[in-house]
Protein backbone atom coordinates (compact mmCIF):
# COMPACT_ATOMS: atom_id res chain seq x y z
CA UNK A 1 0.00 0.00 0.00
CA UNK A 2 3.06 2.27 0.95
CA UNK A 3 4.68 2.49 -2.83
CA UNK A 4 8.22 4.52 -1.40
CA UNK A 5 8.49 2.11 1.48
CA UNK A 6 11.31 -1.04 1.36
CA UNK A 7 11.02 -3.93 3.32
CA UNK A 8 14.54 -4.41 4.11
CA UNK A 9 14.26 -7.76 5.02
CA UNK A 10 12.97 -8.98 1.30
CA UNK A 11 13.07 -5.72 -0.89
CA UNK A 12 9.35 -5.85 -1.04
CA UNK A 13 7.51 -3.16 -1.15
CA UNK A 14 3.87 -4.76 -0.32
CA UNK A 15 2.84 -3.14 2.84
CA UNK A 16 -0.46 -3.06 5.00
CA UNK A 17 -0.36 -0.57 8.09
CA UNK A 18 -1.30 -1.90 10.85
CA UNK A 19 -1.22 -0.45 14.70
CA UNK A 20 1.01 2.28 13.74
CA UNK A 21 3.37 -0.18 11.71
CA UNK A 22 3.81 -1.33 8.18
CA UNK A 23 3.49 -5.02 7.85
CA UNK A 24 5.48 -6.75 5.05
CA UNK A 25 3.22 -8.70 3.55
CA UNK A 26 5.90 -11.03 2.23
CA UNK A 27 7.86 -11.95 5.07
CA UNK A 28 6.00 -10.17 7.72
CA UNK A 29 8.64 -7.82 9.18
CA UNK A 30 7.42 -4.56 10.86
CA UNK A 31 8.60 -0.87 10.58
CA UNK A 32 7.04 1.63 12.69
CA UNK A 33 5.26 4.21 11.16
CA UNK A 34 6.94 7.07 12.67
CA UNK A 35 10.38 6.40 11.68
CA UNK A 36 9.76 6.58 8.22
CA UNK A 37 8.55 10.13 8.71
CA UNK A 38 11.71 10.50 11.50
CA UNK A 39 14.04 9.42 8.45
CA UNK A 40 12.61 11.52 6.31
CA UNK A 41 12.56 15.20 8.33
CA UNK A 42 16.30 14.08 9.17
CA UNK A 43 16.85 13.41 5.52
CA UNK A 44 15.90 16.85 4.78
CA UNK A 45 16.93 19.05 7.29
CA UNK A 46 20.40 17.66 6.33
CA UNK A 47 19.79 18.73 3.11
CA UNK A 48 19.13 22.35 4.38
CA UNK A 49 23.06 21.81 6.10
CA UNK A 50 24.83 22.85 2.72
CA UNK A 51 22.77 25.24 1.40
CA UNK A 52 23.47 26.65 -2.01
CA UNK A 53 25.53 30.11 -1.50
CA UNK A 54 28.02 27.75 0.55
CA UNK A 55 27.96 24.75 -2.43
CA UNK A 56 28.43 27.67 -5.11
CA UNK A 57 31.74 29.16 -2.78
CA UNK A 58 33.17 25.51 -2.52
CA UNK A 59 33.10 24.66 -6.17
CA UNK A 60 34.19 28.36 -6.80
CA UNK A 61 37.18 27.85 -4.70
CA UNK A 62 38.21 24.20 -6.01
CA UNK A 63 37.95 25.32 -9.68
CA UNK A 64 40.29 29.09 -8.63
CA UNK A 65 42.78 26.76 -6.64
CA UNK A 66 42.88 24.20 -10.16
CA UNK A 67 43.21 27.00 -12.55
CA UNK A 68 45.96 28.53 -10.51
CA UNK A 69 47.59 25.36 -10.07
CA UNK A 70 47.37 24.51 -13.52
CA UNK A 71 48.32 27.87 -14.68
CA UNK A 72 51.62 28.04 -12.37
CA UNK A 73 52.48 23.77 -13.86
CA UNK A 74 52.20 25.99 -17.14
CA UNK A 75 54.89 28.19 -15.92
CA UNK A 76 57.15 25.87 -14.11
CA UNK A 77 56.99 23.29 -17.13
CA UNK A 78 57.66 25.88 -19.12
CA UNK A 79 60.32 27.51 -17.25
CA UNK A 80 62.18 24.06 -16.88
CA UNK A 81 62.08 22.64 -20.07
CA UNK A 82 62.56 25.92 -22.13
CA UNK A 83 64.11 28.21 -20.40
CA UNK A 84 61.10 30.59 -19.66
CA UNK A 85 57.22 30.44 -19.43
CA UNK A 86 55.19 30.04 -22.40
CA UNK A 87 51.61 30.82 -22.14
CA UNK A 88 49.87 31.71 -25.60
CA UNK A 89 53.23 32.36 -27.41
CA UNK A 90 53.80 28.64 -27.04
CA UNK A 91 52.60 25.44 -28.21
CA UNK A 92 48.96 24.80 -29.28
CA UNK A 93 48.45 22.84 -26.37
CA UNK A 94 50.05 25.16 -23.92
CA UNK A 95 47.42 28.08 -25.55
CA UNK A 96 44.77 25.62 -25.03
CA UNK A 97 46.14 24.66 -21.29
CA UNK A 98 46.01 28.39 -20.62
CA UNK A 99 42.60 29.45 -21.43
CA UNK A 100 41.10 26.81 -19.58
CA UNK A 101 42.92 27.35 -16.90
CA UNK A 102 42.59 31.50 -17.02
CA UNK A 103 38.06 30.38 -17.86
CA UNK A 104 38.40 28.41 -14.35
CA UNK A 105 39.94 31.01 -12.94
CA UNK A 106 37.74 33.31 -13.84
CA UNK A 107 34.79 31.06 -13.46
CA UNK A 108 35.65 30.20 -10.00
CA UNK A 109 36.25 33.69 -8.65
CA UNK A 110 32.58 34.46 -10.63
CA UNK A 111 31.27 31.62 -8.86
CA UNK A 112 32.68 32.95 -5.56
CA UNK A 113 31.46 36.40 -5.71
CA UNK A 114 27.53 34.74 -6.50
CA UNK A 115 28.02 32.71 -3.60
CA UNK A 116 29.04 35.51 -1.52
CA UNK A 117 26.01 37.93 -2.41
CA UNK A 118 23.91 35.34 -2.27
CA UNK A 119 25.26 34.34 1.43
CA UNK A 120 25.28 37.89 2.65
CA UNK A 121 21.66 38.89 0.90
CA UNK A 122 20.14 36.23 2.89
CA UNK A 123 20.47 37.30 6.14
ZN1 LIG B 1 9.57 -8.28 3.88
Known amino acids: ?5 KCPMCDSSDFKEENGYYVCQICGNKIPVQSKADKQSKQSSE ?3 KP ?3 RLIRNGLIFLVLG ?3 LL ?3 IIGSAVY ?3 YFFD ?3 ITR ?3 TVAIIWIVGGFITIIVGLLMKFSQK
Not at 1 to 5: A, I, S
Open 68 to 70: IVL
Open 96 to 98: VLT
Open 90 to 92: GYF
Open 52 to 54: LPD
Open 83 to 85: GRA
Open 73 to 75: GIA
Open 47 to 49: KQK
Open 1 to 5: MKKDL
